[in-house]
């Protein structure tokens, strides 16, 4: 399965920009014809993200609204490259942010993305060197202010200043929120003020409790069900759109699914593995990638399917577009796809948890999303 750049969640925002007259990164004629009738004279569009909730599930819950469609996320299906997808309308192979660790050439090791750390280690502990190396992307906020229009993001309170809302967020008028009714609250109160142009709205707790409990443990339904009760009865004035989408899905991870993988690896790789449990990115020794095939096979055969990251490149796995300048060192050499639901974890400081749900790989349970249109 691959990526529908054509509908998806990229389309979506690049369709937005075009409905308030800014010049799009893309054109995409089909999420035009499906997306323009709702616009019709909308000035102001809350666009809602729910980190992780698959469109199987999102028709699981039986939570009916009268107007939504199925969109496909991004390759890789994780919240550092969907949510900078939504916050920029690029491609992963433009905007170059391509998983929760990765590679990052211009400081020489691998980084969590989202609080800029080596991956299992303090926060934080390189973000003066990732902050002064590393450029900030240009976004949607950017280029509605150009154009005296309002961007803003209502994000949660503990990552409002995160490293990734650094790279992300530059331009936006941010706001916060510290619990559920309190998102709720502010949300109803940006919905009675006046302004032309697109509020973001992340909640991310859905995800936290699908990796801790699995996405089909009550806890989960009982948290996405509420969120999207909650917007089923919301009444907008004549001049207002919200959209509700997610970044990506989620898929259950059984223990007995979950192999690790630890410094064997390291007689074929020049660095550790990056990217995600359910997808990764291998930087192997020039003269050893035959014997690195040949060894992921008999140990974890039938569990993967790995591809020249090049070749995923240039297939349209990463998106349209041109390529940043770092996507292609960022990939590696090879790109590891989980099957079914299998997951890898590599032990980069042997404190790594056991998640019961997961997301990253090319499943229909994490490729698509529902947009759903109040």
């Known amino acids: 399965m691959k990526p529908v750049y054509e509908k998806s969640i990229v389309s979506f925002v690049n369709v937005l920009l075009k409905h308030f007259g800014v010049s799009p990164y893309h054109e995409f004629k089909e999420m035009e014809e499906y997306l323009f009738p709702f616009l019709e004279k909308k000035e102001k569009i809350i666009v809602v993200i729910l980190d992780s909730l698959g469109f199987k599930k999102f028709k699981e819950l039986g939570v009916i609204f009268e107007n939504y469609t ?22 992963p192979k433009e905007h170059g942010l391509l998983g929760y660790v990765q590679f990052l050439r211009e400081i020489g090791t691998l980084v969590n993305m989202i609080d800029f750390s080596f991956p299992g280690m303090s926060e934080n502990s390189f973000a003066t060197l990732v902050k002064k190396n590393i450029k900030r992307l240009p976004n949607v906020f950017q280029l509605l202010k150009k154009e005296g229009l309002y961007g803003g993001v209502l994000t949660a309170q503990n990552i409002a200043n995160s490293g990734l809302s650094f790279l992300i967020q530059n331009n936006a008028n941010v706001l916060t929120y510290y619990s559920t009714l309190d998102m709720l609250v502010k949300l109803e109160r940006m919905l009675r003020k006046d302004f032309k142009g697109i509020l973001f709205t992340y909640y991310g707790t859905i995800d936290g409790i699908g990796h801790k409990m699995g996405p089909d443990s009550d806890s989960y339904e009982y948290e996405a069900k509420y969120i999207l009760e909650w917007f089923k009865k919301l009444n907008a004035d004549k001049k207002t759109r919200i959209f509700i989408l997610a970044d990506h899905g989620m898929i259950t991870t059984p223990n007995e699914k979950n192999k690790f993988m630890g410094s064997e690896l390291l007689k074929f790789l020049k660095i ?100 759903i249109i109040i």
């Open 272 to 371: 550790p593995p990056a990217g995600e449990m359910r997808m990764m990115y291998f930087y192997v020794q020039k003269n050893k990638k035959e014997r690195f095939l040949e060894y992921m096979e008999e140990k974890y055969s039938g569990k993967f399917e790995i591809y020249p990251s090049k070749e995923c490149l240039m297939e349209g796995y990463f998106g349209i577009g041109k390529a940043h300048p770092e996507t292609v060192h960022r990939i590696g050499d090879y790109v590891l796809i989980c099957k079914d639901n299998y997951s890898f974890t590599y032990t980069y400081t042997g404190g790594e948890q056991k998640l019961k749900g997961m997301h990253g790989s090319l499943s229909y349970e994490e490729l698509f999303v529902p947009l």
């Open 70 to 91: 199925r969109l496909s996320s991004v390759f890789p299906t994780t919240t550092v490259a969907a949510v900078t997808s939504i916050m920029t309308g690029l491609t």
